[in-house]
């Protein structure tokens, strides 16, 4: 497939510059060599970012969760012309970046680069596998420049 399409929506009513999730995007999707190759299978990327209320009713209906979560990616695969989607809850990355004293902006590329390993592949659903993408989220996050 040729370019992929990257589109990245605000659905909250915060202010929040998006420009550079889409830079960060693309910064990933150029990263061949780090074994990421599975994101090439996408013609489109859709991005959007929620509050907490959004996420829990998502989080509820896809993974029985009823609770909010900071990311979710949903691989519709070829079927749908291989769109990809990621959601980003800004509520949960604004308090994750207070408590891990990052600044809003790395919390919110760190988890688009969450969402996309799990478009590529990863799960982090054993403590082994979580490890492991861990591990490679850091490989990549170390390769983006803000």
Excluded: P
Excluded at 118 to 128: C, R, S, V
Aim: hydrophobic share 40%.
């Amino acid at each position: 497939m040729g370019k992929i399409k990257i589109e990245i929506n605000n659905l909250t009513r915060k202010k929040i510059i998006l420009g550079f999730l889409k830079k960060v995007a693309e910064q990933i999707l150029s990263l061949n060599k780090l074994g990421i190759k599975n994101l090439k299978k996408f013609s489109e990327l859709s991005v959007a970012v929620v509050g907490d209320k959004e996420m829990i009713k998502l989080n509820k209906k896809h993974r029985n969760r009823n609770y909010t979560t900071d990311v979710l990616a949903f691989d519709y695969g070829l079927q749908f012309g291989g769109q990809g989607e990621i959601i980003i809850c800004l509520d949960q990355a604004k308090r994750q970046a207070k408590e891990l004293n990052n600044v809003l902006k790395e919390e919110l590329s760190i988890l688009l680069v969450h969402g996309m390993l799990h478009l590529a592949g990863y799960d982090d659903k054993t403590k082994k596998d979580f490890n492991k993408m861990l591990k490679k989220q850091k490989e990549v996050w170390q390769k983006i420049i803000l």
